[in-house]
């Protein structure tokens, strides 16, 4: 078999597979179906003409006092005498996520000077020929030596009691 040929009939199916997807997707995206519309109610005569019926609209939220302190420390309101009685959900919702931010931003410069601090004292440390390694020695070479001098109590303790 040719290789051209396998090649042919391999762009063929791709071909057939990318114009079926294509043409299902823009079927998809278009809607035949016709806009229904729904008959208006016959005007009730209880009811007055001339009322418009405003769209439902949140009420404000009564910020607490941690809010409170967010809307001053978010710049979002200047004095805490200009605070109003009732705030709307999205100035509070502006202020929390300036907060977020700012806590995040402090938290990276914190992370930032620990490590700078880090690198510094282990230089220090490298300089005065201090490591890791040689303090982990010293601590067991400690506690070896505690342990000959129990276990030489004991035998002390035990040789005297035999004695006896």
């Known amino acids: 078999m040719n290789i051209m040929t396998v090649r042919r009939a391999v762009l063929n199916v791709a071909g057939q597979i990318r114009r079926q997807v294509v043409d299902t ?3 998809r995206a278009l809607c035949s179906k016709p806009q229904e519309t729904k008959p208006e109610p016959p005007a009730s005569s209880t009811a007055p003409a001339n009322t418009t019926h ?4 949140l009420p404000g939220y009564r910020p607490s006092e941690m809010d ?4 001053l420390w978010s710049g979002r309101i200047k004095t805490a005498d200009q605070i109003p009685e009732f705030v709307s959900f999205e100035m509070l919702d502006a202020a929390r996520n300036r907060m977020r931010v700012k806590a995040c931003y402090i938290m990276i410069l914190t992370t930032m000077l620990a490590c700078l601090g880090t690198v510094i004292l282990g230089k220090r440390a490298a300089g005065r020929h201090e490591s890791l390694t040689g303090q982990n020695m010293e601590k067991k070479a400690k506690w070896r030596q505690d342990y000959q001098l129990e276990q030489e109590a004991e035998r002390a303790a035990a040789m005297s ?4």
């Open 68 to 71: 409170k302190k967010m809307l």
């Open 54 to 57: 405003t769209g439902f609209k």
């Open 25 to 27: 997707a823009s079927r």
């Open 161 to 164: 009691g035999k004695t006896h």
